[in-house]
């Protein structure tokens, strides 16, 4: 059975790409952060969750993995397509076509506007490296209890990356 396996990345740019400036998601990619949002279920007393939400920080777009703001209420009669203040935490994922460096970069940019702790998930070493400001993080393994001081969120890491 094929299920239409690609491993590398292609010269062509999908309007996916364009549209959201960012690579298209793979399957490990979404299956992780599918598992994040279900471990960070428990902290929707104190958060919203948002997944691929667009965020338009002064003249910086964006459109993290998962982006972590204080609690709020929905509102289903208006919705807002692009938030205009920053998340207290993102969540990027690194994708088979992007490199560390480019998400290194774009969390300094986070931090730069307001953003409080950033996560950059390495799938291929299955690690999560949970950024404090541009310069000072920690590692996280597979094996390991996450724990992420600036927004108290701790949970193991072991359903993750399964």
């Not at 062509?12 to 549209?19: D, N, T």
């Not at 428990?42 to 204080?70: G, H, M, N, T």
């Amino acid at each position: 059975m094929d299920f239409g396996h690609q491993t590398a990345a292609t010269d062509e740019i999908s309007s996916y790409e364009l549209e959201r400036n960012k690579p298209m998601p793979s399957l490990n990619h979404g299956s992780i952060q599918a598992n994040l949002i279900i471990e960070l279920a428990p902290f929707r007393k104190k958060y919203r969750l948002a997944s691929e939400l667009s965020i338009e920080l002064s003249d910086w777009p964006s459109v993290p993995d998962i982006s972590i703001y204080p609690k709020m209420e929905l509102d289903m009669k208006n919705d807002i397509i692009s938030m205009k203040e920053p998340p207290l935490g993102v969540i990027e994922i690194l994708s088979p076509s992007q490199s560390l460096s480019e998400l290194t970069t774009k969390a300094a940019g986070y931090f730069a506007h307001g953003v409080k702790s950033c996560w950059i998930v390495l799938p291929s070493l299955s690690n999560i490296y949970v950024f404090s400001s541009p310069d000072d993080y920690a590692i996280f393994r597979a094996s390991e209890t996450l724990h992420d001081e600036k927004l108290d969120i701790s949970f193991p890491l072991e359903e993750v990356f399964k």
